[in-house]
């Protein structure tokens, strides 16, 4: 049986990134359907990151730094349907080497409700030198981008008639296996003024293999 939106489905989409000692990067955001059509939107919500990310965050990866493509799972919907994904293995656009690789931007987003289950972040991949200012913060340029990645990414995605919206997942509030999987719609978000940092992934992390 082939999938077809349907509202209320909840997708996984991941971004992958390698950097040149052979690591990788995931980010992760998550999808529902508001409105469905009578398509498979999938495909379409990874080409939508990737367009994301050749806009907005291309600018801001070092040429040595790939976008190792994307991957849309199914989260949530009436069957366990197999994933989809992309392959792009784009290197950055700036010709900079990579700052250390804990640093990061982060982007918090933000529901209408307060509390840490109605809030979500996002550790982007490390900026190259350039994107770094004489005083060690992220240069105006740099901020722009992660801001605009941020705006695009609280615009929903239409495909074939259906409408897909990010939100936060909200696992920890069911008490069996067979409840609804929680979602609440995130409405804003905050880029970062200052450098983040996370020492999990890059030359700090695991040894690990391709994402898919």
């Known amino acids: ?13 991941t971004m992958a990134w390698e950097y040149p000692n052979g690591q990788f990067l995931e980010n992760v955001f998550h999808y529902m359907c508001g409105s469905a059509g ?3 939107s999938r495909m379409a919500l990874c080409n939508n990151i990737n367009s994301g990310y050749a806009t907005h965050l291309a600018p801001v990866t070092s040429s040595v730094v790939k976008y190792y493509g994307s991957r849309c799972s199914v989260i949530k919907a009436a069957l366990p349907f197999n994933p989809v994904f992309t392959i792009s293995n784009s ?4 010709p900079d080497p990579p700052a250390p690789s804990q640093v990061r931007m982060l982007t918090t987003w933000l529901t ?8 979500g972040r996002t ?22 981008q992660y801001a605009n990645f941020g705006t695009f990414m609280l615009t929903p995605v239409v495909s074939g008639g259906s409408t897909w919206s990010i939100g936060v997942l909200h696992y920890e509030k069911r ?7 929680g979602f609440t719609q995130i409405k804003t978000k905050i880029t970062g003024t200052r450098w983040a940092t996370q020492r999990r992934g890059g030359d700090y992390g695991k040894p690990n293999l391709p994402p898919w």
């Open 1 to 13: 049986m082939a999938y077809v939106d349907t509202t209320g489905d909840i997708m996984r989409v």
């Open 38 to 40: 009578t398509g498979d």
């Open 91 to 94: 290197p950055g656009n700036s």
């Open 112 to 119: 209408d409700f307060s509390g840490p289950a109605y809030r």
């Open 123 to 144: 550790y982007h991949h490390t900026p190259p030198t350039t994107a770094i200012s004489a005083n060690g913060e992220p240069t105006a340029a740099a901020i722009t």
């Open 175 to 181: 008490t069996t296996v067979s409840q609804p999987i």
